[in-house]
């Protein structure tokens, strides 16, 4: 793509289709223009198979132009292009004599919460389901479907910012909600408690519905009492809860001072639950992070020092990888219109608004594309 040509070009006969859009992007990885978006921009025509030598130019506010070129395009056709600006002036021009009375059609936007890495593998590492955890911004998102090896849809936008780093989790599931009868420091009380009979374990989430706080289960007491570790997220009686299993994380302690490896003879790394840990896996010692480049039962080869001493503890994820990711605007929550909430959502389970970083419990499923909430998730909706 040539982003300097002219837009002034000489055609046989020019078909030119526009319309005014609001930039409803997806999200594509490696803008190669600083603080470009990336945008694709989806038109249909009518008449025939192809459209030879078809140039697609963009206008910006101030009208200026980039033509980016293409050939024998269909006449359905994705493109992808770069785009600066929150409203854009589309044209397609179709150089070639027997088009000017097969004119007719529309531009549209492809709008979609998606997000694509094209040097990931997504096929075999990811499933819907499973949440994609922004670790730059500690925000996340669910996955609903794995398109292909590089691009996954998601059910909200969690990548606003440009070099955010990703890791792919398996699904977190809702083990128990309800609501505290009683609080104290540190304490999750319910009197109708299900904590052992749904096998609320050390290390799964808690999260405070009414008040959007969350933190980890410290101890199991019995069947009425969690303790919690180091967060006094509930100050009243009534608070409604939700407690989800940590599935897809692995943590322990080193043992050797080998910054290259992690050594923990408490692990088997070959068949550990959640899942095995694998070359895609990447370590995290809290402090910094490193790739897995070979697996023994109980050492893992890493590629680059992170460990200086042992009895440090550490972090292991199933799939992770550094990004670099641009997007043309984020959305308050979920985009409804791509949704399908009768298969991916059930009642009770939890959704999480990255713009404002508040929970909320599904209370009824009204629609594909529509949920009930106990609480206002989102006071404030997106204007497209």
Same mark, same amino acid.
């Given at each position: ?150 691009? $996954? @849809? %998601? !059910?909200?936008?969690? #990548? ?5 780093? =990703?890791? *792919? ?130 050492? $893992? @080869? %890493? !590629?680059?020092?992170? #460990? ?5 503890? =550490?972090? *292991? ?68």
């Amino acid at each position: 793509m040539d982003r300097n040509r002219s837009h002034s070009i000489t055609l046989c006969a020019v078909i030119v289709l526009s319309v005014i859009v609001s930039a409803g992007c997806g999200v594509r990885f490696g803008a190669d223009l600083p603080g470009s978006k990336i945008c694709t921009v989806r038109y249909e025509l009518t008449g025939s198979s192809s459209v030879q030598n078809c140039f697609i130019t963009l206008y910006d506010s101030d009208m200026q132009a980039a033509t980016y070129d293409g050939v024998s395009l269909p006449w359905t056709h994705e493109y992808t292009i770069d785009c600066y600006y929150p409203s854009y002036y589309y044209s397609i021009q179709a150089e070639s004599s027997d088009l000017a009375e097969k004119a007719g059609g529309s531009i549209l936007i492809w709008n979609e919460t998606s997000f694509t890495d094209i040097g990931a593998s997504f096929l075999s590492t990811a499933a819907a389901g499973d949440y994609v955890l922004n670790k730059t911004d500690d925000v996340y998102a669910q996955i609903i479907s794995v398109d292909s090896d590089s691009s $996954l @849809t %998601l !059910d909200s936008a969690c #990548f606003c910012e440009d070099k955010r780093t =990703y890791i *792919i989790c398996q699904n977190m599931k809702n083990k128990v909600s309800g609501s505290a009868t009683s609080f104290g420091p540190n304490t999750l009380t319910d009197e109708a408690g299900l904590f052992v009979a749904r096998m609320v374990a050390v290390g799964d989430l808690v999260f405070n519905l009414t008040t959007g706080e969350e933190t980890e289960v410290a101890a199991v007491e019995d069947a009425k009492n969690l303790t919690l570790l180091d967060a006094n997220i509930f100050t009243a009686d009534g608070e409604r809860y939700a407690v989800y299993g940590a599935a897809g994380e692995i943590t322990g302690t080193s043992e050797l001072p080998d910054p290259m490896e992690l050594k923990d003879t408490a692990q088997n790394f070959l068949s550990v639950s959640p899942g095995a840990v694998a070359a895609k896996g990447t370590v995290h010692a809290f402090t910094d992070f490193a790739r897995v480049l070979a697996v023994t039962e109980t050492e $893992l @080869t %890493l !590629d680059k020092d992170i #460990f200086s001493a042992g009895g440090e503890n =550490y972090s *292991i994820f199933n799939y992770a990888r550094d990004a670099a990711v641009s997007t043309s605007h984020c959305t308050e929550g979920l985009i409804d219109s791509g949704a399908s909430f009768y298969t991916d959502a059930t009642t009770h389970s939890l959704v999480y608004n990255s713009s404002t970083g508040s929970y909320a419990e599904i209370n009824g499923i009204v629609s594909d594309t529509e949920l009930a909430f106990l609480t206002d998730l989102f006071p404030e909706r997106a204007v497209e």
